[in-house]
């Protein structure tokens, strides 16, 4: 809950054997966040893709660049300036297709995934891509295309709750919120802690935020777009909207909630540590002569981050996805939430488990769907990564092709 989900640096070069190279400033100049891809976000299933200025345990690093400084130095001062400004507008132009494909184009296969996941009905599961895009089409025929990117505000508001709450959390207690590369055991359980405490009181948004996605556009109303503020405030308080009585209570779902968070966290700082140093490995070093395409620094900087934090949170989610099947059960029983037919693509179902717990959830997936029942809508995830890895791709292409043609 990209976990999902979602900060300069000025050291680390050493660790990366880059002395004495001048990094070129990314998008940060231009009003986008320091790093499009990060591991920060406790539900980085939903925001995790940010620029690539921290580690993955949060400790500050700077990404491996190319090209040595005596090339930079050579260059006549008014091609190195047309060099860096278009550095800015690369890195600029690649986190931005970043955040716009994961916050943007990402929504209708993270709101799919959810409703198949509450879905104990289906019989359905969605495996594959395929079938994923024909049922995604009957949906925007019937309710429209907007009904797609239902929920998609919410989202945002719980991503900046547990960004918010975290950063007050680190200032005011001993809790790091950045892990240094001389990092001690305890250090780092101050890290996971802390991570823990922000899914804690980003709990009750997170089940108002995945109402919002998985209800159907069919019954519901417009929502405003502080009603994932009001609706968490009264989970929290225990008013509002009457509820079911098998609604859960918050403290049934603290555990399954921060497990879900710390264990994706945990798998794709792991995961995107071990990629980066493969990469750097596999990378060999340019002499000055080799230096030709300096021009592309940023792009040479940014992409082995990227590709080390897309696929650790694409493992993470495959790893965590029977788990989250179960949370998204548990936050989503006894709220009288109607859902779309995810096995048609048109008509209505009501949620009406009476699962006791996460370990009678479990047992009852297991026994009544099978196997394969934690892992409904996993076909959307297929569809998501592919859609977010081609756009990063492209994105590359354009920028290469761009700033080669300026040299």
Request: some cysteine; proline content about 7%; hydrophobic content about 40%.
């Given at each position: 809950m990209h976990?999902?989900?979602?900060?300069?640096?000025?050291?680390?070069?050493?660790?990366?054997?880059?002395?004495?190279?001048?990094?070129?400033?990314?998008?940060?100049?231009?009003?986008?966040?320091a790093r499009p891809w990060d591991c920060t976000d406790p539900w980085a299933s939903e925001s995790r893709y940010r620029a690539p200025v921290t580690g993955p345990w949060g400790e500050r690093q700077a990404p491996a660049v190319a090209a040595p400084a005596s090339d930079v130095a050579a260059a006549p001062?008014?091609?190195?300036?047309?060099?860096?400004?278009?550095?800015?507008?690369?890195?600029?132009?690649?986190?931005?297709?970043?955040?716009?494909?994961?916050?943007?184009?990402?929504?209708?296969?993270i709101v799919f995934r959810r409703q198949c996941q509450v879905n104990y009905h289906a019989k359905s599961y969605h495996l594959t891509p395929f079938t994923v895009v024909n049922i995604m089409y009957h949906f925007s025929k019937t309710q429209g295309i907007k009904g797609l990117w239902k929920g998609m505000g919410s989202t945002f508001i719980v991503q900046g709750i547990a960004l918010g709450t975290e950063g007050i959390i680190s200032e005011f207690?001993?809790?790091?919120?950045?892990?240094?590369?001389?990092?001690?055991?305890?250090?780092?359980?101050?890290?996971?802690?802390?991570?823990?405490?922000?899914?804690?009181?980003?709990?009750?948004?997170?089940?108002?935020?995945?109402?919002?996605?998985?209800?159907s556009e069919i019954i519901r109303d417009n929502p405003g777009i502080l009603d994932c503020v009001k609706e968490g405030i009264c989970r929290l308080v225990g008013m509002g909207v009457p509820h079911s009585k098998r609604l859960l209570p918050l403290g049934v779902l603290v555990f399954p909630t921060v497990l879900h968070g710390v264990l994706h966290y945990i798998i794709s700082a792991i995961i995107q540590k071990f990629i980066l140093f493969l990469l750097q490995k596999k990378t060999p070093h340019q002499h000055p002569a080799d230096t030709c395409n300096s021009v592309q620094t940023v792009l040479d900087a940014y992409y082995p981050e990227l590709i080390a934090s897309f696929v650790a949170n694409l493992c993470a989610d495959i790893l965590v996805y029977p788990l989250e099947t179960v949370l998204h059960r548990l936050h989503i029983q006894g709220t009288r939430t109607i859902i779309d037919n995810t096995d048609l693509g048109f008509e209505v179902l009501p949620i009406n488990t009476q699962y006791e717990g996460m370990r009678d959830c479990i047992n009852v997936i297991q026994?009544?769907?099978?196997?394969?029942?934690?892992?409904?809508?996993?076909?959307?995830?297929?569809?998501?990564?592919?859609?977010?890895?081609?756009?990063?791709?492209?994105?590359k292409m354009i920028y290469s092709t761009l700033l080669q043609n300026t040299t």
């Open positions: 976990s999902r989900r979602p900060q300069n640096f000025t050291e680390g070069l050493d660790a990366r054997g880059c002395e004495d190279v001048p990094v070129p400033v990314p998008a940060a100049g231009y009003g986008m966040p001062e008014t091609a190195a300036g047309s060099t860096d400004q278009l550095n800015r507008f690369a890195g600029f132009g690649v986190g931005l297709a970043s955040l716009f494909t994961e916050n943007v184009l990402a929504h209708p296969c207690t001993p809790l790091p919120r950045e892990v240094s590369h001389k990092w001690s055991p305890k250090q780092i359980a101050g890290h996971l802690v802390l991570k823990g405490l922000t899914c804690v009181v980003a709990l009750p948004f997170y089940s108002a935020s995945l109402i919002e996605t998985v209800q026994k009544e769907e099978g196997i394969f029942g934690f892992y409904k809508g996993f076909g959307a995830v297929i569809v998501q990564y592919t859609l977010h890895a081609a756009v990063l791709q492209i994105t």
